[in-house]
């Protein structure tokens, strides 16, 4: 019974699940979560149900942590606790030391924490469970508060629990999850950076704005026979347009945030043998492709993921650029041709101890708008000085891929390109935040029509409907149901 139970527990973990705001069901029913029953948003009404689950990763660990929330959690967790002090004596947010008892039968020695209502994660009554960090042990609890009328938490419950019962945003949950899944440093910051609220201190001077020209509209319609003064309209005019432009601001610069989460891909391109697969390998730290004198020795794309100031770089070797060569290293040279028209950096390597051929003058020609970097690579064979001349300054760096000089300084300018790209104020939004943004920037963008054309009860319309979009944002109100689904169901189960 308990393997079976373990085995439904482990492959509900971090499965995709949903969520409803109860408004379209009537019906409650709870769900045991198994492979072949995943609740979706019409099987699933808003669940009155207290729940539990491990939130602690599966495995052997020190301690595994059982969450339980909801009205009856006192009452389930205190009728398998014993400790000196019977369950309902316990102070809230106390840590006390108790056992877990399955009848008579002795489950674990553990920690518990009670919070009470609404000081909790979730809102709810809560309690957190410290046990052993077996797999054995940790599904025996959950099969314990089951038996006792607890439910097994969907992935993400906790937190939907908490937006739901505002004691979060959804921006709030949404970072919340950035920061557990984050590879990177920088993904890190911009998660806090999230948690933070910056991007609700963004919007609340703007709903604030946008609700006193509402006001202004409003009172014009009210009373039509004041009118509204020309410069009254001009204000409007003026708040909604800067809305407009603050959301553009946003969404710009939640697309170069997304940049360094996602990741950026860089490639290494340029005529054969002028030591793209020499740099590669110094840059990966590995002896990871074959450097040989037979110019087209690279057929293929290469690429491997490096670290590069915090962001996740994909880096790629390449073909030798030329027209001649057999059938496999002219689709090597198409594949390149592929890759650089997708790339978020190119690196352009040319043999600085020659003079630029006119094959490479083409491709240098076609690149120029791409503003790569130009590594003038075998410096140790002599420098050409036409061929340093005829790359700006700013952008080439003279370099020896055998004996490295000129590496630290290409490679700090390398650094500099992905940090400057992290905007300083604004954070990361994800499509579901995006879609609300854009639709609350359509309604303001009908009421500045609406506005121009005089239609003062219609541009008020559009700015209320701004207003309730923006309003998801800000945790005055629930995102519909499909915005809710598409954040909840990337979290994990116990969070
Ligand atoms: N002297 C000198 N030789 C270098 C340098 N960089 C690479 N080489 C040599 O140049 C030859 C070609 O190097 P690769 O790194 O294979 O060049 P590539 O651009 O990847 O060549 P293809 O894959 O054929 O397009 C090898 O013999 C390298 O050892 C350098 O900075 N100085
Ligand atoms: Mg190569």
């Known amino acids: 019974m308990l393997c079976r139970l373990f085995s439904s527990l482990c492959s509900a973990e971090c499965r995709p699940g949903s969520f409803s705001t109860g408004r379209h069901s009537t019906s409650s029913h709870s769900a045991i979560n198994t492979s072949s ?179 202004n509209i409003e009172a014009s319609i ?66 990871r492709v074959i450097v040989s004198d037979e110019p087209g ?45 997708r790339v978020d950096l190119i690196l352009l390597v040319v043999d600085v101890s020659k003079p630029v051929s006119d094959d490479e003058k083409k491709v240098i020609g076609e690149l120029l708008d791409r503003e790569p970097f130009f590594l003038l690579n075998k410096a140790d064979l002599g420098v050409n000085e036409e061929t340093i001349s005829a790359f700006p300054e700013e952008r080439r760096f003279v370099i020896s891929a055998k004996t490295k000089d000129g590496m630290d300084r290409f490679e700090a300018a390398f650094e500099r390109f992905f940090d400057e790209h992290l905007p300083v104020d604004g954070v990361f939004l994800s499509a579901s935040l995006s879609g609300i943004l854009m639709k609350a920037k359509r309604f303001l963008a009908l009421a500045k029509q609406n506005i121009y054309q005089e239609a003062y009860d219609l541009a008020a319309s559009d700015i209320r409907e701004a207003l309730d979009t923006l309003s998801f944002l800000t945790g005055k109100n629930l995102p519909p149901e499909e915005i809710l689904d598409s954040i909840f169901s990337r979290f994990c189960i116990g969070k």
């Open 297 to 341: 020795t690279t057929r293929d794309l290469v690429d491997a993921t490096l670290n590069i100031a915090g962001v996740p770089v994909r880096l790629y070797d390449s073909a030798g650029i030329r027209t001649s060569g057999d059938s496999i290293e002219l689709e090597g040279v198409r594949r390149t041709w592929h890759k650089i028209e």
């Open 37 to 215: 029953n995943v609740p979706t948003i019409k099987q699933m009404p808003l669940r009155n149900e207290t729940i539990c689950a491990v939130a602690t990763p599966p495995g052997k660990g020190a301690i595994g942590i059982v969450r339980v929330s909801g009205k009856e959690a006192f009452g389930i967790v205190g009728s398998v606790f014993r400790a000196k002090l019977p369950f309902d004596k316990l102070l809230e947010r106390t840590v006390y030391l108790g056992r877990l008892y399955d009848g008579k039968e002795f489950v674990d020695e553990v920690l518990i924490v009670k919070y009470v209502a609404p000081a909790s994660y979730t809102g709810e009554d809560m309690v957190e469970i410290f046990a052993h960090g077996g797999t054995r042990i940790l599904s025996w609890i959950i099969e314990l508060l089951q038996r006792r009328g607890a439910s097994p938490a969907l992935p993400g419950e906790f937190t939907f629990r908490a937006v739901s019962n505002g004691k979060m945003t959804i921006e709030k949950a949404e970072s919340i999850n950035e920061m557990i899944t984050s590879r990177t440093r920088r993904g890190l910051e911009l998660a806090r950076r999230k948690f933070n609220g910056s991007f609700e201190r963004f919007i609340l001077p703007l709903e604030g704005n946008l609700k006193e020209a509402l006001v």
């Open 222 to 287: 009210d009373f039509p026979e004041q009118g509204i003064k020309p410069a009254d309209v001009s204000r409007i005019q003026q708040t909604v347009a800067s809305a407009i432009s603050r959301i553009d601001e946003m969404l710009e610069k939640s697309e170069r945030c997304n940049l360094l989460l996602d990741g950026a891909e860089v490639i290494l391109c340029g005529a054969p043998n002028v030591g793209k697969s020499s740099i590669f390998n110094i840059l990966v730290r590995d002896e």
